[in-house]
């Protein structure tokens, strides 16, 4: 017993130091909060002189997640671990699992909710389930899940968006998002629980063809590229396990808009629309999706059509956290947070919250920047830049020049489409086919994180193509 307490002393003793908490020199650091380990918190903490501040990070993720690789984890392409950089890599550090409630400006206080355990998990995703608002209060009497406060000197959001449902009725109890790394998994689960539902012998011909419908809401460059990842994977690897079954199989995409890929040139745009066509994959623009039931989606224009999975990508609603703030200047638009040059919000009454930045999805620059991740990454090495220097009493960094480094997307069939039109710097132009995929291939291979998953990538692209994806479930 004597030996365990002192064992826990020393481990004590050990923490404190290591962490310098109570150390002297921590003491002297500024306290720097970064919520969300995403595009701009994972890379503002990559990036920021970490000797310089003492770094919390508090995000409901332990991981920071690929998202343009998500489309292919959700069919297998590449494994799931291949997409993520788990923050706690860092071991100078201090990273909660938490969501960050509610933040009080003028005490520079963030309240903080754990997201640990089964009793959060719903949170983790809180729009899988509207209706269970109790089901998703954490259960306080478990040790570990009571709020706490943070203090900061310095504080990063970059807590991103949600998907948007515009409202329609049943999206988030029957519909799959594909945001994070555990959508992806789910969808996973789904196609290939379709595929062994249908293979019953109790199954109708009638049931088996619902089952093997596939639909997609949203003709963005996401939903296009889960098309694309999808087809790939039912003529390929689904076509062999289940050569009856795959003739039955629908892919639809539905889009309110009158075409798809509208961040793209028209040329692409067609491009895509052509290749789809051709190879069966329904693209049905101008339709509205009125309700989602369980196994059936409403279209305005078609009535009832029933569906095995259905995937929604319609675009961005506001983080819960920025809502709930109320105290600072938003876009009237998407919601986001109005910031300066230099990545500061401003108060409804005009000041400059120096001490604050905020980044990615949830902010809002002028002249408007899309929200990729091509802007947060760039947005966060910037305002990394500039904590660096504050941090070292120098002066801030030249102005935020956002440089384009185009557009793409994956469309299937070791087919991909490149937008360069609007690029600064580098060729300009667009580019499509094999030689489009191939720079798509090797830009996120560069881009990989981590010698780990640059490895992984190329070793699961290797194998999904001499040996399949893997077609168990659990
Ligand atoms: P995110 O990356 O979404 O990160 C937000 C973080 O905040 C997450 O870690 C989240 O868990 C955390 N968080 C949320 N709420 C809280 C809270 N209350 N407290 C603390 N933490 C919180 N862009 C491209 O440029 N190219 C692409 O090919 C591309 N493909 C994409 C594919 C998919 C499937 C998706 C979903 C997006 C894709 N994007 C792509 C868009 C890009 O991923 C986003 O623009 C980017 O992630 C925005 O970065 P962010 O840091 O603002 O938010």
Redesign the pocket.
């Known amino acids: 017993m004597l030996a365990r307490s002192v064992a826990v002393a020393r481990l004590a003793t050990t923490r404190v130091g290591s962490r310098g908490f109570a150390s002297s020199s921590t003491a002297l650091k500024q306290k720097l909060v970064i919520?969300?380990?995403?595009?701009?918190?994972?890379e503002v903490l990559r990036k920021v002189n970490r000797s310089v501040y003492d770094v919390t990070v508090?995000?409901?993720?332990t991981y920071?997640?690929f998202?343009?690789l998500?489309?292919g984890a959700s069919v297998g392409t590449v494994d799931f671990n291949s997409t993520l950089e788990p923050v706690r890599r860092y071991p100078d550090v201090t990273y909660y699992q938490?969501?960050?409630?509610k933040i009080d400006f003028k005490s520079r206080k963030i309240t903080v909710m754990p997201a640990t355990g089964s009793a959060t998990r719903k949170r983790l995703n809180p729009q899988i389930n509207d209706d269970s608002a109790d089901e998703l209060k954490p259960a306080v009497s478990f040790p570990g899940f009571r709020p706490f406060d943070l203090q900061y000197d310095k504080l990063v959001i970059?807590?991103?968006?949600y998907s948007a449902t515009y409202g329609t009725p049943g999206v988030s109890a029957h519909a799959y998002f594909?945001?994070?790394i555990r959508d992806a998994a789910k969808i996973r689960t789904r196609i290939l629980e379709c595929f062994e539902l249908a293979a019953q012998p109790t199954v109708t011909d009638q049931e088996r063809r619902n089952l093997l419908n596939f639909v997609i809401v949203g003709g963005g460059?996401?939903g296009i590229?889960?098309a694309g990842e999808l087809h790939d994977f039912l003529i390929t690897d689904l076509e062999r396990a289940y050569p009856t079954l795959t003739p039955l199989c629908r892919i639809t995409i539905y889009d309110v808009a009158p075409g798809i890929l509208g961040a793209f040139d028209k040329k692409l745009q067609d491009y895509a629309v052509s290749k789809y066509t051709r190879e069966g994959i329904a693209i049905k623009t101008s339709h509205h999706v009125t309700e989602v039931k369980e196994g059936v989606i409403n279209i305005k224009e078609e009535g009832e059509v029933p569906f095995g999975l259905c995937v929604w990508?319609t675009g961005l609603a506001p983080?819960?956290?920025i809502e709930s703030i109320s105290e600072l200047e938003k876009d009237e638009k998407t919601h986001s947070l109005k910031i300066n040059d230099s990545f500061h919000p401003v108060t409804t009454e005009g000041e400059v919250l120096k001490e604050v930045y905020c980044?990615?999805?949830?902010?809002a620059l002028e002249p408007k920047l899309p929200?990729?991740?091509?802007?947060?990454s760039q947005e966060?090495a910037w305002v990394a830049k500039a904590l660096t220097r504050a941090g070292k009493g120098q002066s801030p960094p030249s102005e935020f020049n956002f440089v384009n480094r185009g557009?793409?997307?994956y469309i299937g069939s070791w087919n991909a489409i490149v937008d360069r039109t609007q690029a600064s710097g580098g060729p300009s132009g667009e580019l499509t086919g094999r030689t489009a995929w191939l720079l798509w291939r090797s830009a996120y291979l560069y881009q990989a994180m981590s010698l780990r998953n640059m490895v992984s990538l190329l070793y699961h692209w290797f194998a999904t193509w001499l040996g399949g994806r893997r077609l168990s479930r659990f």
């Open positions: 919520l969300g380990s995403g595009w701009g918190g994972y508090v995000s409901p993720n920071f997640a998202t343009p998500l489309a938490a969501w960050a409630d970059a807590v991103g968006c594909l945001k994070d460059p996401t590229e889960f990508n983080n819960p956290l980044i990615g999805d949830a902010s929200a990729t991740a091509q802007v947060a966060a557009t793409m997307a």
